[in-house]
């Protein structure tokens, strides 16, 4: 099987190459990194995945294939994303996933079943196009509530009003190959049928592939132009990439993106400040600080904080948030969580970042949205997206 490897490396130089000439040198040494981790895993594994060596071949060129596309990103058609967007994802979802067969077989071992990292990939593409849909009751005290000695996993709680505070939050839905503009169109629209008091946007709205044209994240967000007034957003970490985009989108459909900025809003459930944080890289402790002294609690609201990236909370100066909405995590994006445990692989390797779920930290509180698309890796695997109303009951 000397025409394999041969391939590989040939297929490997051409995506290196095709992403130098036409993205240049940052995006070429991206896609040597993690192309070359990919080629010599499956160089490992060809022999031994399972399926006919020309199924997995073809699905290793699709790979490639879809390598030199995003040397010139855009958003595709369906066929374009059922023939080559989503195997491709599949295929190096599945390969990433096969770390422990490969280096057992590099050790001389004949591994057990070596096809199941990319079965539980096939799962993970019809995972990555579903979103579960759920509510979610959240107890909150306020600044004279318990104390959290560290940050901590909180439960729910279980006190409820007759009225609370409806939310929906939106985050990281990552426009692109899994998160078509009819998709997440779809998704504001269910927001709005939802009639929620508010609704909150928390960063990461695009990928490299929907920054090509500025209309798209427009177009879909388009049904929240119905709830005026009542949506809110602040910046993710992706949203620096191309700002003018994401804020033209913003404006034009009505929402108020507040970046470490405050605003106060009316709702049958009461008065609720908004905060929305913007996101930095240094100094998150003293940026948090600084807007959270420029933004003092408003007497008598609800305090909400927008925070994108909830590694940042523990930085939060206490008592700044009676809730704090995040994301960024995609709720770990490959876990047990499908399964009911909490487990994702952001805890299997010890990352200290919250990664879904209710959270507390001395007297604040921090809920985590599993997120509406995801990013980076290519797939989500029993982490469904998460599509909530969200009820918040002050104690």
């Not at 699709?62 to 958003?75: D, H, I, K």
């Not at 876990?335 to 879904?356: A, E, K, N, Q, W």
Request: proline fraction near 8%.
């Amino acid at each position: 099987m000397v025409w394999f490897p041969l391939l590989t490396l040939v297929a490997f130089a051409l995506i290196v190459l095709s992403a130098l000439a036409r993205r240049g040198r940052r995006f070429a040494m991206f896609v040597g990194v993690l192309g070359g981790i990919y080629s010599l895993l499956a160089w490992a594994m060809a022999p031994r995945a399972g399926p006919p060596l020309w199924v997995f071949t073809a699905f290793h060129v699709a790979v490639y294939a879809n390598f030199v596309t995003l040397s010139r990103p855009r958003m595709r058609s369906l066929p374009f994303r059922l023939l080559l967007s989503w195997p491709s994802a599949a295929m190096i979802g599945g390969t990433l996933l096969s770390l422990p067969w490969a280096i057992a077989i590099a050790l001389g071992f004949h591994p057990w079943v070596p096809w199941l990292p990319y079965a539980l990939a096939a799962f993970g593409v019809f995972q990555s196009l579903s979103t579960r849909r759920e509510d979610v009751d959240l107890v909150i005290s306020g600044p004279t509530g318990p104390r959290a000695p560290m940050l901590l996993p909180h439960p729910r709680g279980t006190h409820r009003q007759a009225r609370p505070l409806t939310i929906v939050q939106i985050t990281d839905p990552h426009l692109g190959p899994f998160m078509s503009v009819k998709r997440l169109r779809a998704i504001a629209a269910r927001a709005v049928e939802a009639q929620p008091d508010l609704v909150f946007l928390t960063g990461d709205f695009l990928t490299m592939e929907s920054q090509s044209d500025p209309d798209l994240l427009l177009e879909a967000l388009g049904p929240l132009q119905a709830l005026r007034g009542r949506v809110f957003a602040c910046f993710g970490n992706h949203d620096h990439e191309a700002p003018a985009i994401v804020e033209r989108a913003l404006r034009e459909n009505g929402v108020q993106l507040l970046v470490d900025a405050s605003t106060e809003v009316q709702t049958h459930a009461g008065l609720v400040q908004v905060v929305g944080m913007n996101f930095v890289w240094r100094d998150r402790q003293g940026h948090l600080a600084t807007v959270s002294a420029a933004h003092p609690r408003k007497e008598a609201a609800l305090r909400i904080v927008l925070l994108h990236d909830p590694g940042a909370f523990r930085h939060l100066p206490e008592g700044t948030g009676d809730l704090v909405l995040s994301g960024h995590t995609h709720g770990g994006q490959v876990g047990l969580v499908s399964l009911g445990l909490p487990f994702t692989m952001l805890r299997l390797f010890g990352i200290r970042i919250p990664d879904h779920g209710f959270w507390a930290r001395g007297t604040d509180r921090m809920y985590v949205h599993k997120g509406t698309g995801h990013y980076g890796f290519p797939l989500r695997l029993g982490v469904p997206a998460e599509e909530s109303l969200i009820r918040i009951h002050q104690r």
